[in-house]
C-alpha cells in the first residue's frame, strides 16, 4: 500500500520506504540547501518535490520523482541575473556498497545508502546542482 506523506522529510529509512512504496510531495524552501543557495544569485523561492520509493519490476530499491522551481542564475551571454526554470526528474537506484555502485554506474545512477538512511534533501540538492547548466542563458539571449 503507497503511503502518501505531506512535506518532504529531511532524510528517511530506505528499507521501510521501499517496501512501503512511500510516496512524499512537498516544498523545500532553497534557503535550507546552502550547497545549492551559494551557487544562485538568491535563496528564495522554493523547491516543489516529489519522491517515490519503490521496488522495480526487477526487485531493485529505486528513488523516483521529480523536481520544479525557478532558480536566480547570471546569464552567460549577458551577464543579467534571471529565474531560471527548473524541471528535473531522477531516478535512482540504490545501492549498498561501493562495489554495487561501481558496478552499476554504467547502467543507472547509482546512489550509495549508508546505515539504512536515505538524506532525502541532501539527495534534492545534488539532483539541482547537477541539473543547472554551465552557461546558463536567459530567455532573451536564447532568442
Ligand atoms: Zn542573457
Known amino acids: 500500500m503507497r503511503t502518501m506523506k505531506d512535506g518532504i ?10 517496501s512501503r512504496g512511500s510516496v512524499w510531495n512537498g516544498d523545500i524552501p532553497i534557503a535550507k540547501l546552502p550547497r545549492l543557495a551559494a551557487v544562485l544569485t538568491d ?41 531560471w526554470p527548473l524541471h528535473t526528474s531522477l531516478d535512482l537506484r540504490l545501492v549498498h556498497s561501493e562495489a554495487e555502485e561501481r558496478r552499476l554506474l554504467h547502467d543507472c545512477e547509482p546512489l550509495l545508502v549508508e546505515d539504512d538512511t536515505v538524506p532525502l534533501h541532501e539527495v534534492v540538492e545534488e539532483e539541482v546542482l547537477l541539473a543547472i547548466p554551465i552557461a546558463p ?3 532573451t539571449c536564447t532568442g
Open 9 to 18: 522529510p529531511l532524510r528517511v529509512k530506505a528499507s521501510a520506504a521501499v
Open 137 to 139: 542563458r536567459c530567455s
Open 43 to 83: 535563496a528564495e523561492g522554493e523547491l516543489r518535490v516529489e519522491l517515490a520509493a519503490e521496488r522495480d519490476t526487477a526487485g531493485a530499491a529505486r528513488l523516483r520523482g521529480s523536481i520544479a522551481g525557478e532558480l536566480g542564475l547570471v546569464c552567460h551571454t549577458c551577464m543579467t541575473a534571471f529565474r
